[in-house]
């Protein structure tokens, strides 16, 4: 990890709840912006939204379609990492996942958790 300060967002909500999946991203972003490290974590339904074809099904209002959004984190370099005890628990298979998605265990989470300068929760 370099020396910039390091924000971990950890997403728990799936399709069904859309009105919760723009802000890790929206602000992933922005601390990317600012010069700060970002990582995404998914775990449980978080898993879901990114699985190939999910976010570009979800839009919500004037805002761009979740892909668009997720999209842009990466393209600004925000990690995506997604939690292999989550994904078996679903029976998500690993080649399901959009590209920039590394497949990561529970102890990654918590390292994450430690070395993070904040955490936040969706």
Do not use: W
Request: hydrophobic share 45%.
């Amino acid at each position: 990890m370099s020396g910039a300060k390091h924000l971990l967002y950890v997403q728990s909500s799936g399709p069904e709840r859309p009105e919760r999946l723009y802000a890790p991203f929206i602000l992933a972003s922005t601390a990317k912006a600012m010069g700060y490290e970002a990582t995404i974590y998914f775990l449980i339904r978080g898993v879901e939204i990114v699985k190939k074809g999910v976010a570009e099904k979800i839009k919500l209002g004037s805002f761009p379609s979740l892909k668009e959004v997720m999209d842009q984190a990466i393209k600004l370099g925000v990690k995506i990492q997604v939690c292999e005890q989550s994904c078996a628990l679903l029976g998500i298979p690993r080649g399901d996942f959009i590209p920039e998605a590394e497949i990561v265990g529970a102890a990654t989470l918590n390292k994450l958790c430690l070395e993070a300068d904040a955490t936040l929760f969706f």
